[in-house]
């Protein structure tokens, strides 16, 4: 029945039928991404997500030598407020010595606050270092149980499987104790 | 099934493992329609595209919808507001709910006219009934997730049929509620219920489609097909004219999801669900007042409810009540008369389901539900016995002959 004459469409007239078919078939997959969009937009950060990524810290109450965490986008960073000696120990560090090589001076907007996102840069644990008893790793940063990496006071990544150094936020000093992150 | 007719080696090799190439030949690229489709039977395909657009802004919806009394409300406002595109997804799926039911009612109406129900497609007419069905229960569901005062009070009312069921009926309330009033677990069963109802309903909708596709469309004059003569491949012709249909019906359904969202919905539902204070007027969405009339025809609660269900399910036995030998309204006068008066009367009766329930009002919707019925168990089987038809044409293709000569003189 499809091959009865006067049915099969390319019978009829070739060309013309080609060029519809193409154009008409090109419209509707053009059509059909742009309404993609909205569908793969909406699995995006929301507003209100975004509204929330920027956090506030006062830092007023952190004595030298104590460590906090903050939450930012769901996520913990550490505040360390270091001492004389954890500073020059990190300072102290040749380059070379460096799996993701950086200075420490880049790595800090005031020596004395080292400021992190607390995610173990090989697969998102979350190390340890920020309580007295924990254990800090070789290096007296931090530590990371899950695949044993070892950071330094810089958050630089000393040993171990993680790739980089401890991501450093975006973050500015409103003022001498108070930092935003993000 | 016969091979598939491509010479492309790769396909060959896959069709003869997984005939998806001469399935898909054979169902809708050759597939054979009767040459005399008129628009009325594009709404098939337009309802199914509606079922893909529904459950595709469904699934995206439910990824930023939380089914708790306490946030589901904000959630959906959240969905509006800040979620990316969510007042698309919001107001494609709100509004594609009403496109669904008018392409539906469309579809069913076009099956009254043109006696789509008789021999040999009963099945397929009943499988259609109970995608309506499934629908309907899919639909008012959904409408309780955004937790409004209209989405609560139809819960309640609506959930409170069942109570008219005589001994039992209390405690099936209760155990539809999980609890005793509409709450916590009732819209966590609701979400779960309307997110897993319209897989069934594509289910059935593939079951309709295989009922279909045994005997095939049936068409404007309503006789069979005889010859290959009578039929063309669905592909181009009915592709484009399906396509053709889809692109005028979304200008439709874009107009209210752009302009007039909230066209179909109640401004009520915008209140948080308060179980303590109901709407001084409720009603239910549109595509249920003509139900929602029959209910209130009636004095009696389990009447009401007794006569309201028989008025959806009488639509089953359809192929039964219709007496006719002749499927197409076009060759039955009287019956063609009664069909058009039974639609308005339809319209009317949901016309009359969102007046109150005083005066002159429960008169006309007596009187429309006694048509409503009429229609089915009297005039139906006795104009199908007594009337004198038109004489049928000989064929399909003498008909579509005939009318192209005319064209061409």
């Known amino acids: 029945m499809a091959n009865t004459p006067g049915n099969n469409p390319d019978d009829l007239d070739g060309d013309r039928r080609d060029f519809l078919l193409i154009s008409t078939t090109t419209l509707g997959l053009a059509g059909v991404t742009m309404a993609a969009w909205p569908f793969i937009h909406s699995i995006n950060p929301a507003k209100d997500v975004l509204a929330l990524s920027s956090t506030e810290v006062d830092l007023s109450t952190v004595e030298v030598g104590m460590a906090i965490t903050a939450m930012w986008r769901g996520k913990p960073v550490f505040i360390r407020h270091r001492s004389a000696a954890e500073i020059e120990s990190a300072r102290a560090v040749s380059l070379d010595e460096l799996r993701d090589p950086q200075n420490d001076a880049d790595r800090v907007q005031k020596p004395e606050w080292l400021i992190a996102v607390g995610v173990c840069t090989h697969l998102g644990c979350i190390p340890s270092g920020q309580s007295l008893g924990d254990n800090k790793g070789d290096f007296g940063g931090w530590y990371c149980p899950c695949h044993g990496s070892h950071y330094d006071a810089s958050g630089r990544i000393r040993k171990g499987p993680a790739p980089f150094n401890l991501k450093v936020p975006p973050y500015a000093f409103t003022d001498d104790t108070t930092i935003v992150i993000g | ?409």
């Open chain 2, 1 to 409: 099934m016969k091979r598939t007719q491509s010479n492309n080696r790769l396909i060959q090799w896959i069709d003869e493992r997984l005939p998806v190439f001469s399935y898909a030949d054979h169902n809708v690229l050759a597939y054979p329609t009767p040459k005399n489709l008129n628009y009325w039977w594009n709404y098939g395909s337009i309802a199914g595209i509606v079922l893909v657009i529904m459950i595709v802004t469904g699934i995206f919806l439910a990824m930023n919808y939380q089914p708790h009394t306490d946030v589901a409300f904000a959630s959906v406002e959240r969905i509006v507001r800040d979620v990316n595109y969510g007042w698309l997804l919001r107001y494609l799926h709100m509004n594609g709910a009403s496109m669904f039911f008018i392409v539906v009612y469309i579809h069913m109406f076009r099956g009254i006219y043109f006696g789509s129900y008789k021999a040999p497609r009963e099945i397929l007419w009943m499988v259609g009934v109970t995608i309506y069905v499934v629908m309907m229960a899919t639909a008012f569901m959904g409408y309780v997730l955004p937790w409004g005062q209209m989405s609560f009070w139809g819960a309640t009312v609506i959930t409170n049929l069942f109570s008219a069921i005589p001994i039992i009926g209390d405690y099936i309330v209760t155990w539809v509620w999980g609890g005793f009033s509409v709450d916590v677990p009732t819209i966590n069963r609701f979400f779960v219920w309307h997110y897993l109802l319209p897989a069934i309903i594509l289910g059935l909708v593939i079951v309709h489609l295989w009922a279909l596709h045994v005997h095939k469309s049936s068409n404007p004059l309503g006789i069979d097909i005889k010859t290959p003569q009578d039929m063309m491949p669905f592909h181009p012709y009915y592709t484009i004219k399906d396509l053709y249909g889809l692109g005028l019906f979304m200008i439709f359904f874009m107009y209210f999801v752009f302009f007039q969202p909230n066209f179909f919905g109640e401004a009520d539902n915008y209140i948080p669900a308060n179980p303590m204070v109901t709407p001084p007027h409720i009603v239910p969405e549109w595509y249920f007042l003509p139900f929602y009339a029959i209910l209130r025809a009636i004095p009696d609660k389990l009447g009401g409810v007794v006569v309201m269900f028989a008025g959806v399910l009488i639509l089953y036995v359809l192929p039964w009540l219709d007496t006719s030998k002749v499927r197409s309204a076009t060759f039955r006068p009287i019956y063609k008369q009664l069909f058009w008066l039974f639609v308005a009367n339809c319209l009317f009766l949901g016309w009359l389901g969102g007046k109150p329930t005083e005066g002159v009002y429960v008169i006309m919707t007596r009187l429309a539900t006694g048509y409503y019925f009429a229609f089915f168990l009297v005039l139906m089987p006795l104009v199908g016995r007594l009337e004198k038809t038109k004489p049928l044409p000989n064929s399909i293709y003498e008909e579509v002959a005939k009318k192209c000569r005319a064209k061409e003189d």
